[in-house]
């Protein structure tokens, strides 16, 4: 039967969120219920509140989570009651065009579940990104979850849910860094960051941070970068080709998604180098830039998606890693909230005060 739970709501744009009662139905077919652990406080919710995504209110909040399958409907059978997942907001459906030539990372459908929770006056919610994560129990498409290794702390696995995958993914999976490569990072909140820790994961040598602040630059060298370019202070394209003997980074990530900081990504790079944009621009933003260069520099412009990432494969790996001491994931909880801090934490990460707040149930 439906159960009753404890969830943040935004019911209105711009107003501050609030903690209701969310009415959870039984999983129907291909469906599950999930106990949230945790749950990461992302800027894609921010935007949900701001009214940057849609305007489809009231919002369930929250994404980036991990928790224990509580029941499944028919027809579920990856799987199981009691297993500890993470979620994702991808779900592979492997019947589309991207899926059939095999590059499920681009899958093209969107599956989530069915049915919706709602208020208990009985008004739907829209789940932010299909899931819906920051309340006690949330119902998710089985296929947006990923089991992974119950090793690992549940604020710590939820984390790949989204910003840390974006990242790590932009780095691995999209730019393709490799042994002894260079590559430079511009803007060094979680995401750019988790771009720094796969870079280090790849076997990078050159890793450079770009960043106006100096306290994520600090947190950047946390994560393995060797060598760190205040913006404010420097120039980024100079000091990026000044290390990397005047040639420019085989890769540069753009983590911000301005135009500037993507022109800076277009000319900090080698001849025939990549740029990776994984930071999400706004509708209104342009750019411009001689068609002769892109021309010229030859190499490759990608957007990453999600980190080009396949939530099946990638996630019980890099759990693996993280339990081997190779990932530092726990590096970028900066606090453990309860649901009733969601506001507050919204205004710490808009300051910059924090790579990620957790909500721990």
Known sequence: MPQQVRGVVSLKKGDPVSVETVVVPDPGP???????????????????????????FPFLLGHEAAGIVESVGDGVTDVAPGDFVILNWRA??????????GEPWYCFSTHN?????????????SP????GAFVEKTLVHAGQCTKVNPAAKPEVAGLLGCGVMAGIGA??????????????????????????????????????AVDVDDRKLGWAKDFGATHTINSREQDAVEGIQALTDGNGANVVVDAVGRP???????????????????????????????????????????????GDCLPSRDFPMLIDLHLQGRLPLEKFVSETIGLDDVEAAFHKMHKGEVLRSVVVF
């Open 30 to 56: 291909g469906e599950v219920v999930v106990k949230v652990q945790a749950c990461g406080v992302c800027h894609t919710d921010l935007h949900y509140r701001e009214g940057g995504i849609n305007d489809d």
């Open 92 to 101: 592979v459906c492997g019947n589309c065009r991207a899926c059939r030539r």
């Open 113 to 125: 579940a069915a049915q919706k929770m709602t208020l208990t006056s009985g008004q739907e919610l």
């Open 128 to 131: 932010a990104l299909g899931i």
């Open 171 to 208: 780095a691995i999976n999209t730019g393709k860094v490799g042994r002894g490569d260079s590559i430079a990072v511009i803007g060094c909140g979680g995401v750019g960051n988790a771009a720094i820790a796969g870079a280090r994961l790849a076997g990078a040598s050159t890793i450079i």
């Open 260 to 306: 500037e900081t993507f022109i800076q990504a277009f000319y900090a790079r080698d001849l025939a180098g990549t740029v990776v944009l994984v930071g999400v621009p706004t509708p209104d933003m342009r750019i411009e830039l001689p068609l002769l260069d892109v021309f010229g520099r030859g190499g490759a412009t990608k957007s990453s998606w999600y």
